[in-house]
Protein backbone atom coordinates (compact mmCIF):
# COMPACT_ATOMS: atom_id res chain seq x y z
CA UNK A 1 0.00 0.00 0.00
CA UNK A 2 1.49 3.26 -1.43
CA UNK A 3 1.51 6.15 1.44
CA UNK A 4 2.36 9.16 -0.63
CA UNK A 5 -0.79 10.41 -1.24
CA UNK A 6 -1.13 11.07 2.05
CA UNK A 7 1.93 13.19 2.80
CA UNK A 8 0.65 16.81 4.22
CA UNK A 9 2.65 19.73 2.93
CA UNK A 10 0.80 22.48 4.78
CA UNK A 11 2.83 22.95 7.42
CA UNK A 12 6.62 24.07 6.47
CA UNK A 13 9.46 22.98 8.76
CA UNK A 14 10.12 26.49 11.27
CA UNK A 15 14.31 27.92 10.86
CA UNK A 16 15.92 26.68 13.06
CA UNK A 17 17.03 30.87 13.57
CA UNK A 18 13.53 31.38 14.22
CA UNK A 19 12.24 32.45 17.89
CA UNK A 20 11.14 29.95 20.39
CA UNK A 21 8.03 32.11 20.73
CA UNK A 22 7.38 31.75 16.85
CA UNK A 23 7.38 27.82 17.73
CA UNK A 24 5.35 28.43 21.03
CA UNK A 25 2.78 30.03 18.49
CA UNK A 26 2.32 27.37 15.79
CA UNK A 27 1.33 24.82 18.88
CA UNK A 28 -1.19 27.29 20.24
CA UNK A 29 -2.29 26.98 16.96
CA UNK A 30 -2.25 23.37 16.03
CA UNK A 31 -3.28 20.22 17.34
CA UNK A 32 0.27 18.45 17.00
CA UNK A 33 2.90 17.05 19.38
CA UNK A 34 6.03 18.17 17.33
CA UNK A 35 6.96 20.49 14.79
CA UNK A 36 9.18 19.61 12.15
CA UNK A 37 12.76 21.97 12.21
CA UNK A 38 14.82 22.71 9.50
CA UNK A 39 18.28 24.55 9.65
CA UNK A 40 19.35 27.47 7.51
CA UNK A 41 20.39 25.41 4.40
CA UNK A 42 16.80 23.72 4.62
CA UNK A 43 18.24 20.43 5.85
CA UNK A 44 15.68 18.63 8.28
CA UNK A 45 17.06 18.51 11.59
CA UNK A 46 14.54 16.87 14.10
CA UNK A 47 11.20 17.79 15.56
CA UNK A 48 10.68 19.47 18.47
CA UNK A 49 7.99 18.69 21.07
CA UNK A 50 5.25 20.68 22.60
CA UNK A 51 5.77 19.94 26.25
CA UNK A 52 9.27 21.18 25.60
CA UNK A 53 8.82 24.23 23.67
CA UNK A 54 6.93 25.78 26.71
CA UNK A 55 9.45 25.18 29.14
CA UNK A 56 12.16 27.67 27.14
CA UNK A 57 11.90 31.07 26.80
CA UNK A 58 9.68 32.87 24.03
CA UNK A 59 12.92 35.53 22.78
CA UNK A 60 15.47 32.78 22.78
CA UNK A 61 16.01 31.00 18.88
CA UNK A 62 15.67 27.42 18.31
CA UNK A 63 19.12 27.08 17.67
CA UNK A 64 19.56 27.06 21.17
CA UNK A 65 18.13 24.02 22.35
CA UNK A 66 18.72 21.87 19.67
CA UNK A 67 19.53 19.30 22.21
CA UNK A 68 15.83 18.86 22.74
CA UNK A 69 15.45 18.10 19.48
CA UNK A 70 14.18 14.57 18.51
CA UNK A 71 15.40 12.92 15.22
CA UNK A 72 12.39 10.33 14.61
CA UNK A 73 11.54 10.14 10.78
CA UNK A 74 10.08 7.61 8.12
CA UNK A 75 11.11 7.04 4.43
CA UNK A 76 8.84 7.69 1.71
CA UNK A 77 9.16 3.87 0.87
CA UNK A 78 8.37 2.75 4.33
CA UNK A 79 5.22 0.48 4.83
CA UNK A 80 2.24 1.93 6.60
CA UNK A 81 2.64 -0.76 9.38
CA UNK A 82 5.78 0.39 9.91
CA UNK A 83 5.20 3.75 10.66
CA UNK A 84 1.93 3.42 12.58
CA UNK A 85 4.91 1.67 14.47
CA UNK A 86 6.93 4.95 14.57
CA UNK A 87 3.84 7.00 15.92
CA UNK A 88 3.50 4.68 18.82
CA UNK A 89 7.05 4.53 19.90
CA UNK A 90 7.61 8.45 19.04
CA UNK A 91 4.34 9.39 21.56
CA UNK A 92 3.77 11.13 18.16
CA UNK A 93 1.01 12.23 16.00
CA UNK A 94 2.37 13.95 13.19
CA UNK A 95 5.49 11.81 10.97
CA UNK A 96 7.96 13.58 9.23
CA UNK A 97 8.75 11.62 5.51
CA UNK A 98 12.10 11.56 4.61
CA UNK A 99 13.19 10.67 1.04
CA UNK A 100 16.42 8.25 -0.01
CA UNK A 101 18.75 11.61 0.01
CA UNK A 102 17.19 13.10 3.30
CA UNK A 103 14.99 15.47 1.86
CA UNK A 104 12.23 16.77 3.41
CA UNK A 105 8.94 15.79 1.58
CA UNK A 106 6.08 16.73 4.18
CA UNK A 107 4.53 14.31 6.94
CA UNK A 108 2.04 11.91 7.87
CA UNK A 109 -1.05 12.63 10.85
CA UNK A 110 -1.55 9.51 12.71
CA UNK A 111 -5.25 9.98 11.95
CA UNK A 112 -4.69 9.18 8.29
CA UNK A 113 -2.78 5.68 8.86
CA UNK A 114 -5.24 4.63 11.68
CA UNK A 115 -7.65 5.19 9.40
CA UNK A 116 -5.61 2.72 6.69
CA UNK A 117 -5.31 0.30 10.03
CA UNK A 118 -9.08 0.46 10.20
CA UNK A 119 -9.78 -0.28 6.44
CA UNK A 120 -7.75 -3.72 6.66
CA UNK A 121 -9.40 -7.01 6.87
CA UNK A 122 -8.04 -7.27 10.14
CA UNK A 123 -10.76 -5.03 11.32
CA UNK A 124 -13.67 -4.72 9.17
CA UNK A 125 -13.94 -8.49 7.92
CA UNK A 126 -16.02 -10.54 10.31
CA UNK A 127 -14.67 -13.05 12.85
CA UNK A 128 -13.78 -13.93 16.51
CA UNK A 129 -10.53 -12.54 17.99
CA UNK A 130 -8.47 -14.70 20.55
CA UNK A 131 -5.39 -13.12 22.44
CA UNK A 132 -3.40 -16.39 23.28
CA UNK A 133 0.30 -16.26 25.28
CA UNK A 134 3.08 -18.35 25.44
CA UNK A 135 6.62 -18.36 26.27
CA UNK A 136 8.60 -16.18 23.59
CA UNK A 137 11.13 -18.92 22.99
CA UNK A 138 8.27 -21.39 22.61
CA UNK A 139 5.51 -19.43 20.30
CA UNK A 140 5.67 -19.32 16.22
CA UNK A 141 3.47 -17.86 13.53
CA UNK A 142 3.56 -20.38 11.36
CA UNK A 143 2.63 -22.86 14.53
CA UNK A 144 0.00 -20.33 15.22
CA UNK A 145 -1.42 -20.61 11.94
CA UNK A 146 -1.35 -24.18 11.31
CA UNK A 147 -3.20 -24.65 14.48
CA UNK A 148 -5.95 -21.79 12.89
CA UNK A 149 -5.75 -23.87 9.54
CA UNK A 150 -6.14 -27.06 10.68
CA UNK A 151 -9.28 -26.43 12.09
CA UNK A 152 -10.91 -24.90 8.75
CA UNK A 153 -9.98 -21.25 10.13
CA UNK A 154 -8.77 -18.61 7.88
CA UNK A 155 -6.10 -15.87 9.68
CA UNK A 156 -7.22 -12.78 8.74
CA UNK A 157 -3.92 -11.72 10.77
CA UNK A 158 -2.14 -11.63 13.66
CA UNK A 159 0.25 -9.60 15.77
CA UNK A 160 1.99 -9.13 19.26
CA UNK A 161 0.58 -7.63 20.90
CA UNK A 162 2.73 -7.83 24.45
CA UNK A 163 5.69 -9.08 25.87
CA UNK A 164 6.24 -9.53 29.30
CA UNK A 165 8.40 -11.79 31.26
CA UNK A 166 9.71 -13.90 28.44
CA UNK A 167 5.47 -14.59 28.05
CA UNK A 168 4.32 -13.18 24.20
CA UNK A 169 0.63 -12.24 23.72
CA UNK A 170 -0.35 -12.26 20.24
CA UNK A 171 -3.65 -11.17 19.33
CA UNK A 172 -5.47 -13.20 16.35
CA UNK A 173 -8.61 -12.28 13.98
CA UNK A 174 -9.86 -15.35 12.55
CA UNK A 175 -12.80 -15.29 9.37
CA UNK A 176 -15.43 -17.85 8.77
CA UNK A 177 -15.45 -20.55 11.98
CA UNK A 178 -16.11 -20.49 15.56
CA UNK A 179 -13.58 -20.40 17.86
CA UNK A 180 -13.91 -22.97 19.94
CA UNK A 181 -12.48 -26.19 18.34
CA UNK A 182 -9.08 -23.58 17.54
CA UNK A 183 -9.33 -22.67 21.49
CA UNK A 184 -8.77 -26.36 22.15
CA UNK A 185 -6.39 -26.59 20.26
CA UNK A 186 -4.23 -24.05 21.09
CA UNK A 187 -4.65 -25.49 24.85
CA UNK A 188 -3.34 -28.46 23.51
CA UNK A 189 -0.45 -26.52 22.06
CA UNK A 190 0.33 -25.30 25.63
CA UNK A 191 -1.15 -21.69 24.41
CA UNK A 192 -2.56 -20.08 27.55
CA UNK A 193 -5.98 -18.10 26.34
CA UNK A 194 -6.23 -15.15 27.41
CA UNK A 195 -9.51 -13.70 26.06
CA UNK A 196 -11.99 -14.69 22.85
CA UNK A 197 -14.28 -12.83 21.81
CA UNK A 198 -16.81 -15.81 21.07
CA UNK A 199 -18.28 -17.88 23.17
CA UNK A 200 -15.67 -20.72 24.63
CA UNK A 201 -17.55 -23.49 25.74
CA UNK A 202 -14.88 -25.46 27.43
CA UNK A 203 -14.44 -22.81 29.92
CA UNK A 204 -18.55 -22.59 30.53
CA UNK A 205 -18.69 -26.88 30.63
CA UNK A 206 -16.50 -26.40 33.14
CA UNK A 207 -17.75 -23.59 35.27
CA UNK A 208 -20.98 -25.05 34.83
CA UNK A 209 -19.53 -28.46 36.27
CA UNK A 210 -17.62 -26.65 39.42
CA UNK A 211 -21.84 -24.89 39.85
CA UNK A 212 -23.27 -28.30 39.81
CA UNK A 213 -20.24 -29.88 42.66
CA UNK A 214 -20.76 -26.94 44.43
CA UNK A 215 -24.23 -27.40 44.80
CA UNK A 216 -23.62 -30.95 45.60
CA UNK A 217 -21.13 -30.50 48.43
CA UNK A 218 -23.50 -28.22 50.07
CA UNK A 219 -26.55 -30.75 50.23
Known sequence: MK???YIINDIKPLNSTSK???LQLLFNQLTYSHIPIKDENGIFLG????TDAHCFEGDKLVSEYLYSIEDF?????????????????NSANIMPVLDKKNNYL???ELNDIISLFNESPFFFEAGGVLVVEKGINDYSFSEISQIVESNNGKLLGAFVSK??????QVTIKIGSTGL???IQTFRRYSYNIVSGHEEDS???????RSDYLNKYLNM
Do not use: C, H, M, P
Open 202 to 208: YIESLKD
Open 47 to 50: TFFE
Open 180 to 182: NEI
Open 73 to 89: FVRDSTLWLDVLEAFAQ
Open 3 to 5: LSG
Open 163 to 168: VKNDVV
Open 106 to 108: GYY
Open 20 to 22: ISE
